[in-house]
C-alpha cells in the first residue's frame, strides 16, 4: 500500500473547495514564497505585492495540479517565480529571463561538490540572513533565485531547476558562481573590537570562510 504525503491530502481537500484546507496552504507557505519574491524584486513592498499575487493565482490554477512530477512546493515556486518574472516584464516592457549565459560568460557543466551540505553552514547562512539578504540583492537575477531556493528554502538541485525551468547543470554554475560572489562581497574583514562585542559578526566571520571554501 502506497502511503500518502499529508501535502498531497491537504492539497486535495483544498482542490475539493475546503476553505480551512486552503488557508492552511497560504500559511505554510506564505513566507516561503515571500523569501523568492524577495530574492527576485528586491524590495519588500515589491516581494509583499508578489507574494499576494501568487496566492491569487494559486486559487485560480490550484485545480491544475496533478502532484506528478513536481511537489506542491516546487511547484509553488515556479508559480512564484513566474509571477515576479511577468512582473518585471510589464514594469519594463522588455523580456527578462534566465538564460544560459551570465555576465561572467557562459555556464559550463558543473561536477564538484556542493561543500555546503553541512547542517552547520546552513545554520550560519539562516543566522546571518540581515548580511547574506544585503549581498543577495546585488547578484544577477539567476544567481539571486538560485541561491535563495537552495539555501533559505532547502530546495534540492532538481527542484531548483523545476521552479526556474533551467537545465540542471545550469541551476549548479549559478549556484557556483553566486557563490563565489557572495565570497567577495563578504571578504571585507571584521574588526576585532565588533566580533567580540556582536554574535553576528562572528557568524557573518564563519559564513565568509563557507563561501570562500564553497
Known sequence: MIMRRPMDILVERAQGGDRRALAQLVELHQARVYSVALAITRNPNDAADMTQETFVK???SLGTYRGDAAT???WLHRLAVNTCLDAMRRNRR????MDLTTEDGPTREVASEDHWLEPEWRAEWRESATEVRAALKTLPLAQR???S????EGSSYDQIAAAMQLPINTVKSHLLRGKQRMARLLAAPVAPEVRQASPAAQRIGTLRLSFSGA
Open 149 to 152: 531556493l537552495h539555501y533559505f
Open 58 to 60: 494559486l486559487l485560480r
Open 94 to 97: 522588455a523580456a527578462v529571463s
Open 145 to 147: 533565485i538560485a541561491l
Open 72 to 74: 506542491f512546493s516546487t
